[in-house]
């Protein structure tokens, strides 16, 4: 008798119940979608920590198997192709490093016509949800170092193709920060591509820019400013010996030296750039000949911070309406099951965490030295040091070493 009364009573419960579970239905459905949009790019994460220590322990060549295929999915395949052209580029792979960037570059510009259900579900969870596009900086330097592959193969034409696209960005950049490194390789690029013009204007730009650095608008030539206080830390290098003077019809080499790594995951400043102080720099040398030194044009880590003050009000108010929008559902929730509502909020707060996502193998300083050099230069020795002038490492440099007329394009990059 009693099993039937317990049995009349289930029967009497369950109808109750599943109409509860019913109304629940399309929210448990709706948190299982953002669930799986939320961990699905777990493996692409864990391939991109995977290949960055790669690089970063000198194995670029495993960094890039490590990203090998990029993933199918939108949502970091941007940052997987910027990450892996920088890694290209150091293997001296400039043909792969480009098509990487290039890629990257079109799937970027693709994704700026913004996908509303990805928009709708980062309203609701995070930012992480949405497909990475990289900042504006990131997408300029995607076309100065593409440039920088270019010039390092010879393809002077292509060079100013991408230079052409550093002016497109940074002409468009509104309050976001100017760049002048990706103005000098662009005016580089140009003058070694015929547009004389456009060469001399994208030098004077540079030079308005680091106003710690004096650069000649006519040839590019760079040297002190004679107010070092301007430096970008404040930190004035020390005296270097005085190059040749540099004549007129004389060859010159002009070499891009990249050092240290850039902010990660959030920070301002790498910590493992201990190394290199506050304004590293490189000395060029034929043997035992000192040519000339490199100037710093840009840190990325400075470019980093401006970009992220301009972005902070947005992203204060959309934060603030995503924490409002996710209280509501979870109350709306909670007047068909209670239980189900607090599952709900602690899901929805949990999973609130800013998308800290950056290029993180760009090189911290980026600079470039232009000096005499002899007309048959096969090779030459470049010495890195701090802004205090400690050499930190120094080697000799055989490729790459392209020649245009009296001009010699080389690259240096130093982890």
């Not at 960037?101 to 799937?107: G, I, S, V």
């Not at 970009?307 to 947005?314: G, W």
Request: proline share 6%; hydrophobic share 40%; aromatic share 6%.
């Amino acid at each position: 008798m009693g099993d039937l009364d317990v049995n009349a009573a289930t029967l009497r419960v369950c109808p109750a119940g599943r109409a509860r579970r019913n109304r629940a239905a399309p929210w448990l459905v709706a948190m299982a979608g953002l669930l799986l949009m939320a961990f699905g790019s777990g493996c692409a994460t864990s391939a991109l920590d995977t290949a960055r220590g790669e690089f970063y322990n000198g194995h670029p060549e495993a960094g890039v198997k490590a990203l090998t295929p990029p993933p199918g999915d939108t949502t970091d395949r941007v940052l997987v192709l910027m990450e892996r052209g920088t890694m290209h580029q150091a293997t001296g792979d400039y043909a792969d490093s480009v098509e990487d960037w290039l890629r990257a570059k079109t799937l970027a510009d693709q994704l700026d016509y913004i996908s509303v259900s990805r928009e709708s579900a980062s309203m609701v969870v995070n930012d992480r949800l949405l497909s990475f596009r990289g900042a504006p900086y990131e997408r300029v330097l995607l076309h100065a170092l593409a440039a920088e592959s270019y010039l390092s193969m010879g393809l002077w034409q292509d060079a100013g193709v991408e230079g052409r696209g550093v002016i497109r960005r940074l002409e468009s950049r509104g309050d976001f920060p100017d760049d002048a490194y990706s103005r000098y390789v662009t005016a580089l690029s140009l003058e070694l591509a015929g547009d004389d013009s456009g060469a001399v204007y994208q030098y004077r730009k540079a030079s308005e820019i680091a106003a710690w650095c004096a650069i000649d608008p006519k040839t590019g030539a760079l040297g002190p400013h004679v107010d070092t206080n301007a430096l970008p830390d404040a930190a004035a290098p020390p005296p270097a010996p005085s190059p040749p003077r540099s004549k007129a019809g004389s060859h010159e080499l002009v070499c891009l030296v990249s050092i240290g790594r850039g902010p990660t995951g959030g920070e301002s400043y790498a910590g493992s750039n201990w190394r290199w102080g506050s304004q590293p720099y490189a000395e060029i040398y034929d043997g035992d000949t000192y040519l000339g030194r490199s100037y710093v044009l840009a840190r990325t880590d400075v470019l980093a911070e401006a970009t992220k003050k301009v972005l902070a009000l947005r992203k204060t108010v959309k934060t603030a309406g995503r924490v409002a929008l996710k209280e509501t559902a979870a109350q709306v929730v909670s007047q068909q099951d209670e239980l189900l509502g607090d599952l709900l909020r602690l899901i929805l707060f949990a999973m609130e965490s800013p998308d800290t996502r950056q290029w993180e193998t760009l090189p911290q300083w980026l600079g470039v030295a232009r000096v005499p050099c002899p007309a048959d230069l096969h090779e030459y020795r470049v010495v890195l040091k701090t802004g205090s002038g400690h050499v930190v490492e120094q080697r000799v440099i055989q490729s790459p070493l392209m020649k245009r007329g009296r001009t010699t394009v080389s690259r240096v990059r130093a982890l």
